[in-house]
DNA sequence: CTTCAATGGGGTAATTGGGGGA
DNA sequence: TTTGTCCCAATTACCCCATTGA
């Protein structure tokens, strides 16, 4: 259990449209993700999101298939 | 109830900069939410605003959404 | 007193959100 | 089922320069 404290002053947060770039996808797909709760958001009091680096960067981890690394070079 | 634990001394004030940082938003737009009245601030003499720690990070917090624990694929 | 980064105010461009449909 | 696109309204970002704060 263990609820995690957010306090993260030194996580970085990315705009709808730099995730867009880094997945390559319409800013509007990546809000879709949030808003289907796969992945998490920070909203401004005004309502527009923003997103976690290391969990972006996370998801994109996750989401990449590398090829066999038999001798490849 | 009243709270009569005003601890002050533990009350830090962020500057309009500062709160940007955290919300990854430009410091006028912070300026423009304590206007709207969706941030409470505290004006220096001339005119400068400064905002509680606490409730920036309340207020963080509350707009905060974890992804959702599911890998739903 | 001098310096200089940060802030406020105003105005304008760019991004975002939400609904709906292809 | 997921994504891209069009619509419009709201929010946010960047430009100017005078003032404040440290």
């Known amino acids: 259990m263990s ?3 957010t306090r993260q002053s030194t996580e970085r947060l990315l705009t709808p449209g730099e995730v867009a770039s880094l997945f390559r996808v319409d ?3 990546v809000t879709r993700w949030a808003t289907a709760g796969r992945i998490g958001s920070i909203r401004t009091p ?3 999101r923003r997103f976690r680096e290391s969990e972006v960067q ?3 981890a996750t989401l990449t298939t590398e090829a066999s690394t ?3 070079r």
């Open 46 to 48: 005004g309502g527009h």
């Open 70 to 72: 038999a001798d490849a």
């Open 27 to 29: 800013p509007k797909t």
């Open 3 to 5: 609820i995690p404290h």
């Open 58 to 60: 996370a998801l994109l």
